[in-house]
């Protein structure tokens, strides 16, 4: 089992940059597929970046594809998106996902734990 919890999420203008984390508890970190998820007032959860649990391997949502770049440390226990020209409707809470496996995708019923979420608003 793993724990997550996401930081760094906070208000930024537009066009500005921001990165969240995600700390992962255990000392399995490395076994997980990770991921983030957004979820917008009134919207579905959708996918945003996943990484293979070796980190050799990604994959965007199309809608931050040149702007979001998603990392992890599996020393540190530690997801990262770090997230560039940021726009108004990027506005979200912000989650992080692991599944146990060597890869994961978009589909957020394939994810096995999730964090609590943290708060990415960005103004116009």
């Known amino acids: 089992q793993v724990q997550l919890v996401e930081s760094g999420g906070g208000l930024v203008q537009t066009g500005g940059s921001l990165r969240i984390s995600c700390a992962a508890s255990g000392r399995t970190f490395s076994s997980y597929a990770m991921g983030w998820f957004r979820q917008a007032p009134g919207k579905e959860r959708e996918f945003v970046a996943a990484i293979s649990r070796s980190g050799g391997g990604t994959s965007y949502a199309d809608s931050v594809k040149g702007r979001f770049t998603i990392s992890r440390d599996n020393a540190k226990n530690a997801l990262y998106l770090q997230m560039n020209s940021l726009k108004p409707e990027d506005t979200a809470v912000y989650y992080c996902?692991?599944?146990?496996?060597?890869?994961?995708?978009?589909?957020?019923?394939?994810?096995?734990?999730w964090g609590q979420g943290t708060q990415v608003t960005v103004s116009s």
């Open positions: 996902a692991a599944r146990r496996a060597a890869w994961s995708g978009s589909n957020r019923r394939e994810y096995d734990y």
